[in-house]
């Protein structure tokens, strides 16, 4: 498994599609995962610190988590199949949840667990980047630029 930052999300044009980029630690690859609007809010507002008046879903799950004396150890992005990217929760007593990677990532960051890759799905999926740090925001954008998600068998999650 391949220890990634969650670099945040962006938005694909021209199809207005939200892809979640993974970033690996010791590396200069990324992980681009296209999600959906809703949970692209759900990390965005994890990562900007944005407590909602009510709990969205992923807030509820972590208070429920908390409540019940739990805690998410890690995110373990495992699979992609037939372009469909799938996750596991990895909980403190070893027990382990099936779930889609954004709702996984968007509970990480809330709970400040590990996001893990599989090596597999690096050498599928991953992309290189510049190692360069002031050429990643730039290298990105041409990324995105030069990218859709049928580039990766059609890159969606599944269906909830």
Known sequence: MIDVDVIGVRVEMPANQPVLLLREVAGARYLPIWIGAVEATAIAFAQQGIEPPRPLTHDLIRDLLEHFNKSLQAVHIVALEDGVFYAELVFDDGSVLSARPSDAIALALRTGAV?????????????????????????????????SPDDFSGGEETPS
Do not use: Q
């Open 115 to 147: 996001t893990k890759v599989a090596d597999e799905v690096f050498a599928v999926a991953g992309v290189d980047a510049p190692a360069d740090e002031e050429d990643e925001v730039e290298a990105f954008r041409e990324f995105l630029d030069s990218i």
